[in-house]
């Protein structure tokens, strides 16, 4: 078993900047392990935002928030991080951490291990 705990959402205007952090645990080679962002807004399903291989040598982003987000990830520390940078409305959901999944854009049932996610608002 993996747990993920993810940390660092909150309020911020348009424009503005977050880093979210996903804590790994339980499985000592957790960090073998493809992460992934994933978010949900209200009324909408979850969707893909970011994937990282557990070398950190390849990462695959939707294309909504290609060059203002980035992935990445501290082996050492079994952490992943999600930096947010330009951050629009249309980005207001729930942000989710996996783990266990492809190494490219997927669906959340590809994914076998998942927080309880961090609300990211954004206001205008």
């Known amino acids: 078993q993996v747990q993920l705990v993810e940390s660092g959402g909150g309020l911020v205007q348009a424009g503005g900047s977050l880093r979210l952090s996903c804590a790994a645990s339980?499985?000592?080679?957790?960090?073998?392990?493809?992460m992934g962002w994933f978010r949900q807004a209200p009324g909408k399903e979850r969707e893909f935002v970011a994937t990282i291989s557990w070398s950190v040598s390849n990462t695959y982003y939707a294309d909504s928030v290609k060059g203002r987000f980035a992935i990445s990830r501290a082996n050492a520390k079994n952490t992943v991080y999600l930096e947010m940078n330009n951050l629009k409305p249309e980005d207001t959901a729930v942000y989710y951490c996996a783990a266990s999944g492809p190494l490219r854009e997927a669906r959340p049932e590809e994914y076998n291990y998942w927080g309880r996610g961090t609300q990211v608002t954004v206001s205008s």
């Open positions: 339980g499985r000592t080679f957790s960090r073998f392990l493809n």
